[in-house]
T-cell receptor, first 113, second 110 residues
């Protein structure tokens, strides 16, 4: 089945850019998502990209998709302390057209002053 | 806005008790899901349902059951709670590919 990998931790200084990376194994994946989870809360859909796109920008967020390398990244510009959270990559729509996403284990983003 | 609510934010139960976790969504979504989240393990799918009275096992169904009598409500049942079921439980719903999550229930079994 699909496998989605993320590094577990990322530490950045306030005001810098953060880049969170994700790799996946199923090249037929159709939809790729980023979710944010703040402490003690559920997951909030941040942004998504379709597999026929290379890039999507939404205010401070930029999603890049490299289908050849099966690599997805989320860049947060001007990172703030309120961006401290766990970020999950999720991939869906691979072989068989399943609507059940495969999640990575999440990257804890720590933003320090 | 899609709203997914869960009956409790925090729950403490004793070993052997029967535990009910309730989830309600207000967007007429066909699909509903139950996950558990543990540190370092990410989200693991317990059960899901794609229609009323339908249910499918996820990756870790042992020790759990589910009920979906109405489209908007999906219940997770721990038949006999054990300490290894102490976890954060997340409910989600979807119409197709985007999942919307509830705030989670942190369950402690003592």
């Amino acid at each position: 089945g699909e496998d989605v990998e993320q590094s577990l931790f990322l530490s950045v200084r306030e005001g810098d850019s953060s880049v969170i990376n994700c790799t996946y194994t199923d090249s037929s994946s159709t939809y790729l998502y980023w979710y944010k989870q703040e402490p003690g809360a559920g997951l909030q859909l941040l942004t998504y990209i379709f597999s026929n796109m290379d890039m999507k920008q939404d205010q401070r967020l930029t999603v890049l998709l490299n289908k050849k390398d099966k690599h997805l990244s989320l860049r947060i510009a001007d990172t703030q302390t309120g961006d401290s959270a766990i970020y999950f990559c999720a991939v869906i729509g691979g072989q068989g057209g399943s609507y059940i996403p495969t999640f990575g284990r999440g990257t804890s983003l720590i933003v320090h002053p | 806005d899609v709203k997914v609510t869960q009956s409790s934010r925090y729950l403490v139960k004793r070993t052997g008790e029967k535990v009910f976790l309730e989830c309600v969504q207000d967007m007429d979504h066909e699909n509903m899901f139950w996950y558990r989240q543990d540190p370092g393990l990410g989200l693991r799918l317990i059960y899901f349902s794609y229609d009323v009275k339908m249910k499918e096992k996820g990756d870790i169904p042992e020790g759990y059951s589910v009920s979906r009598e109405k489209k908007e409500r999906f219940s997770l049942i721990l038949e006999s709670a054990s300490t290894n079921q102490t976890s954060m439980y997340l409910c989600a719903s979807s119409a197709s590919y985007e999942q919307y999550f509830g705030p989670g229930t942190r369950l402690t079994v003592t």
